[in-house]
């Protein structure tokens, strides 16, 4: 026999509980009504340039003359000329738009016999392309375009070969194109996509800005990742937005919902204001399925307590 008074002070217990848990869950809901300039304060704009930065204090003097002029100017939502002409590895004349259409494409400028720079960018990349889990020729294409019109089609085959030695992913010699052309045809590519460089004669090599720049199916440019090594989060998601949803998963279009890309940077930081609003939303269902069980919790005991009643009573 349960005595009454165990009876009357769990019911106590039980409307307590559900009476905190609804003030918490109340001053959540609260709380989410968070004021929209907040988020647009977190948006960077980044400057319409980027390139070689010097030490705080240095004197442009100082600076190399042929590094002043070279860096990457954000032509973001601009077409390139998808028309121009060039040749592959195979020395068979194409148009750069042949390699567009239906995919994104990470566009790489570079030069074959480059002794550093060139070599340590495409590195970078195949070590990041190889984390994901994206195929090339399946999902995106790679495209890269000599700088140096003396380059022929043999170097860039045999550049090629290097690289598939190291990104040996299904799909990647059908993917991975390596193209060369006359100077007419990288002026305009480059001065499209705002890559500058030069030549500098006392080196005899090309002094350029390392990064990767990746366009939509129908060339635009989309993103500019800098720099000689890519996290593979910040090249996947450029690759996702790119495609305009149509490569990746559920998972990436929640990553590009809490993650903003930063021109400043040329990387995906996150977008604190979305990123709280979704924990705020998850910690509101998790307590609203936790009310919901006490209140199921609170039935349950008054119907116990209801036949407990009935048969003290008899």
């Avoid at 990742?225 to 890519?230: H, M, P, Q, S, V």
Wanted: hydrophobic share 40%; charged share 20%.
């Amino acid at each position: 026999m349960i005595d009454r008074h165990e009876s009357t002070k769990a019911r106590n217990k039980i409307r307590t509980t559900h009476s905190s848990c609804f003030r918490v869950f109340v001053a959540i809901l609260l709380a989410l009504g968070l004021k929209p300039q907040l988020a647009a304060a977190q948006m960077v704009d980044g400057p319409a340039s980027a390139g070689f930065k010097r030490e705080s204090g240095t004197p442009s003097s100082q600076v190399p003359e042929a590094l002043r002029g070279i860096g990457f100017d954000q032509r973001l939502d601009e077409q390139l000329p998808l028309d121009t002409p060039l040749r592959d590895e195979q020395g068979r004349a194409v148009q750069l738009g042949e390699y567009f259409g239906r995919r994104p494409v990470v566009l790489v400028f570079a030069y074959y016999d480059c002794p550093m720079l060139c070599t340590l960018a495409i590195n970078g990349l195949s070590s990041a392309l190889n984390v994901l889990s994206l195929e090339p020729g399946a999902d995106f294409e790679i495209v890269t375009v000599s700088i140096d019109p003396r380059d022929t089609p043999a170097a860039a085959a045999a550049k090629k070969a290097v690289y598939l030695e190291r990104y040996k992913r299904t799909g990647a010699a059908a993917g991975w194109h390596f193209l060369t052309g006359d100077q007419p045809s990288i002026d305009r590519l480059t001065r499209a996509a705002g890559f500058r460089y030069a030549w500098d004669p006392e080196t005899k090599q090309f002094a350029h800005p390392t990064g990767i720049i990746v366009l939509t199916p129908d060339g635009r440019m989309a993103r500019y990742l800098f720099g000689i090594e890519y996290g593979p989060r910040d090249l996947r998601l450029a690759i996702v937005e790119a495609s305009d949803g149509t490569v990746g998963s559920p998972v990436d279009a929640l990553l590009l919902y809490c993650y903003h890309y930063d021109p400043m940077t040329g990387r995906y930081g996150v977008a604190i204001m979305r990123a709280m609003r979704i924990a705020g939303a998850a910690t509101v269902l998790a307590l609203g399925g936790f009310i919901v069980v006490m209140l199921r919790r609170e039935q349950f005991a008054k119907s116990l307590n209801h036949q407990i009643t009935k048969s003290l009573n008899h």
